[in-house]
């Protein structure tokens, strides 16, 4: 069984020198963001953007919004779903301070 850590003795020269820019590499690499809507016009409840809304006291009213949102089939999409929102509105103002 391999120990969950390790521990590396480093001399004071090894320490204090730079290291190599290949180390650096993977910090420039593009990273994709998921984008807030899908290309077929959903809101993606994945997006990093939405995790704060989601994690609140309130995040079930607004997880079921986007729930109607998504499954909406009203031109514009989502019309049919004012209720669900103003749940999240009104849960939202009730906790606000």
């Known amino acids: 069984m ?3 850590e390790e521990v590396l003795i480093l001399k004071e020269e090894e320490f ?5 820019l290949i180390f650096f590499e993977s910090f420039f690499e593009p990273y994709e963001h998921p984008e807030s809507v899908l290309p077929d016009g959903k809101i993606n ?3 990093p953007c939405l995790h704060s809304a ?3 006291r309130c995040g079930y009213f607004i997880r079921e919004a986007i729930k109607c949102f998504n499954s909406s089939s009203t ?3 989502g019309l049919d779903c004012e209720k669900q929102f103003l749940e999240h509105f009104m849960c939202m103002e009730k906790y606000s301070n």
């Open 75 to 77: 031109n514009p999409r």
């Open 16 to 20: 204090f020198k730079s290291p190599p």
């Open 2 to 4: 391999a120990p969950k």
């Open 45 to 47: 409840p994945e997006c």
């Open 54 to 56: 989601l994690a609140h």
